[in-house]
């Protein structure tokens, strides 16, 4: 039998071996830091240790190296070891106990780790991306019960840290150790960001759908990852230990000790463990992909019209460069603040998902002829679609074909912007033509790091009081969902301007704003980087669905019965016989939800045209589809509609609640309000109505519509009232 190396002998220095065995690997890990009762997670290339002494198969390699890790950890100790598998990423199901391992630089050994995590008494992580499996005392604590989440709070990286651990690198660089993406996560790199993955986990024989994200780098070249700094540094310090074993290195580091190192290096230059070189993420991601242009042109204050004709046939996804081109023409329109939040953005428990694009994409028979494109119209193609080219039989082509449930000639729109897959669209009736046994799809998407952008506008007002205006500029080629509202929007808030400016009316008692969002998780995003304003606004509207030929619908706020509420419903039903209004939820869903929602509660009511008792998800006809045009568009509804929401303004205007500064009755005559109770009974009465309501919790508009009048008709009263300093407002 051979003699094992020296420990501490460097491999190829004079008189070293390059066989190993059990003894010189557990001398090797206590001269690295290594000891009784620790956790210690294992990175193993066995290979690159050379021959274990005395002959090798895999098995007696294998139980060298966990036996050396026994002999030196104790009972008390626990050995960990990667078995990841990227099963969502790969889009495929995750079986706790049956998934094999693969992936990563340490492929070439996943023996060791499949042998691992079958030995008994092994328990493996649920996560479907970054699984381990661990054995010893604390195995259970580091792996169970784990959140949805690969490098974040409460990931088996995070416990690992706050345990103390000890990392491990057995013929592998430290900078392949996993556990430094921890420490990217928590301190935050300008090239990573959150994803969602989503997908289905079994364990115990029980599926669950499930969503867990992973820390992504971009995909831009500079954003490749490279630790050799990192891991330069950790020599240096002496954070990271280097002893020699057989043919190879033993590397070891204390989890606390390098995540304080990573972390005060990479305050100093964020791009440390990225290739590089430093610059924007988003302007080498629009390289990488190649960004769409489009030229977008509106006139000085150009008409509802004007803006729907320019806008309309943009692709408008979410995160993307057609919703970004209509939203800086907007910004012309009005004095706008355009914001920006990241790809991977935390939105309270929502994340910003990254920008798409779609370059091309088409369904043609095998022998070449097209049969429908993505040129032909945007809706062709799911919107976030992966991308995916073959040939595929007529029933998996089925599978990912979606159709409009209730128009035969409309391309519908479908998106899956965090349940990704591949998808096409089209008319029912292309459907029903395909009858070939193979087809070939093609589409070419890409999937980077972006921002997602709210407009902005604000009115001030002579409070801090807020009411906020609402609508999504999202969804491409499409008019009234929800185009209309934003041109809604921008015409009132351009009226409001005029009155703030003095062009028109009074200048308005609240601060008025308006955002222009993606569909829900633009609101999440704005309202989660606002949340010292939500405690001053008093309520909000959002606008949808304007210029169809259907009856205004007013759907009311989470209680229904707040001063807003009431103000606007009383406007809406005076304006016509067919109008009509609804609790919260039972006309239409859409952003009005996150400002209703737990631990917001602002009441944020939802104007559109809608039929009353219009089945779910039957707005109008053309609702959600590619027969969404012009066409279907009135600017007569759409000016109607702009002028409800000016006057339920007004409405609001009045829901100030007057507070009173007398007690008993006002002595009137000695402040000059007079009115002779027989010349002007009915003002008379009015007058002292109005002054027994004013007590403190009343609005103007509760104590009109107690005294049967008008709000202007109270106002008058007690501006008046003010005037003398008997009541503030």
């Not at 355009?338 to 939105?347: F, M, R």
């Amino acid at each position: 039998m051979s003699a094992t190396v020296q420990v501490g002998s460097a491999p190829g220095a004079p008189g070293a071996r390059t066989e190993w065995d059990r003894a010189s690997l557990a001398a090797a890990l206590t001269e690295g830091g290594i000891g009784e009762g620790d956790v210690v997670f294992v990175h193993a290339w066995l290979e690159r240790l050379g021959p274990l002494a005395g002959g090798s198969t895999e098995a007696r390699a294998y139980e060298a190296v966990l036996g050396a890790l026994g002999d030196v950890t104790g009972e008390s100790g626990t050995v960990v070891v990667p078995t990841y598998t990227f099963s969502f990423c790969r889009r495929e199901p995750f079986d706790v106990e049956r998934t094999p391992t693969r992936g990563g630089p340490w492929s070439p050994t996943a023996g060791f780790l499949e042998w691992f995590r079958a030995l008994p008494g092994a328990v493996r992580s649920r996560d479907p991306i970054h699984s381990v499996a661990a054995l010893g005392a604390r195995a259970e604590e580091l792996v169970r019960d784990i959140p949805g989440t690969c490098f974040g709070a409460g990931s088996v990286f995070d416990r690992l840290h706050r345990m103390g651990g000890k990392i491990v690198m057995l013929g592998l660089p430290l900078e392949e150790a996993t556990f430094r993406h921890h420490t990217e996560e928590m301190v935050g790199v300008p090239f990573r960001y959150r994803k969602l993955f989503t997908g289905i986990i079994r364990e115990g024989g029980v599926e669950r759908k499930s969503g867990w994200v992973y820390f992504v780098r971009a995909l831009a070249d500079a954003a490749h990852p490279d630790g050799s700094r990192l891991e330069g540094m950790a020599r240096r310090a002496g954070v990271c230990r280097a002893v020699a074993v057989g043919a190879g290195e033993l590397l070891a580091v204390d989890a606390r000790a390098y995540h304080a190192l990573t972390a005060r290096a990479i305050a100093v230059d964020p791009w440390l463990t990225a290739r590089g070189p430093e610059g924007s993420v988003v302007g080498m991601e629009e390289a990488r992909v190649g960004a769409r242009r489009f030229d977008v042109s509106l006139p000085e204050r150009a008409s509802m019209g004007e803006m729907i004709d320019a806008l309309w046939t943009l692709p408008r996804d979410i995160v993307s460069d057609g919703y970004d081109a209509a939203l800086r023409a907007l910004a012309g329109q009005l004095p706008m603040t355009i914001h920006e939040y990241p790809a991977g953005t935390e939105a309270w428990s929502w994340i910003v998902p990254e920008k798409w694009t779609c370059h091309e994409a088409w369904l043609e028979t095998v022998d070449g002829r097209r049969l429908f494109s993505y040129a032909d119209h945007p809706l062709h193609v799911v919107s976030y679609s992966l991308p995916f080219e073959g040939e595929v039989t007529r029933d998996e082509l089925l599978a990912h074909l979606h159709v409009h449930p209730m128009l035969d000639d409309a391309v519908p729109f479908i998106f899956k912007y965090y349940e990704r897959d591949w998808g096409l669209c089209c008319s029912r009736r292309q459907r029903d033509a395909l009858v070939d046994e193979r087809y070939r799809v093609v589409i070419r998407t890409s999937s980077s790091y972006g921002t997602l952008k709210v407009g902005e506008v604000v009115v001030p007002g002579a409070r801090d009081e807020t009411f906020v205006l609402c609508a999504h500029l999202c969804h491409p080629h499409m008019v009234n969902d929800d185009l209309s509202g934003v041109v809604v929007g921008v015409e009132v808030m351009r009226a409001l301007l005029a009155r703030h400016e003095g062009g028109g009316g009074r200048a308005p008692r609240y601060t008025y704003r308006l955002i222009i969002v993606p569909e829900t998780i633009g609101s999440l995003a704005w309202l989660s980087h606002n949340e010292a304003l939500i405690p001053r606004m008093t309520g909000g509207l959002f606008l949808e669905m304007l210029g169809v030929d259907q009856p205004l619908a007013l759907q009311l706020s989470f209680t229904g019965e707040t001063p807003v509420d009431r103000a606007c419903a009383r406007v809406l039903l005076e304006r016509g016989p067919s109008n009509w209004t609804g609790p919260f939820r039972s006309i239409v869903g859409n952003d009005e939800r996150q400002f209703n929602a737990p631990g917001v509660r602002v009441p944020m009511l939802s104007l559109s045209r809608v039929v009353r008792d219009a089945p779910p998800n039957e707005y109008y006809p053309e609702y959600h589809s590619s027969r969404d045009t012009p066409e279907t568009t009135s600017m007569a509804r759409l000016e109607d509609a702009r002028d409800a929401v000016l006057a339920m303004i007004d409405a609001i205007e009045g829901t100030v609640v007057p507070v009173p500064r007398f007690k008993g009755e006002v002595f009137c005559s000695r402040y000059g309000i007079n009115i002779d109770p027989y010349a002007n009974p009915e003002g008379y009465k009015a007058m002292f109505d109005i002054m027994y309501l004013i007590d403190g919790t009343r609005s103007v508009e509760d104590i009109a519509r107690e005294c049967g009048i008008a709000p202007s008709s109270v106002m008058g009263t007690l501006a008046e009232l003010a005037r003398h300093g008997l009541v503030t407002l």
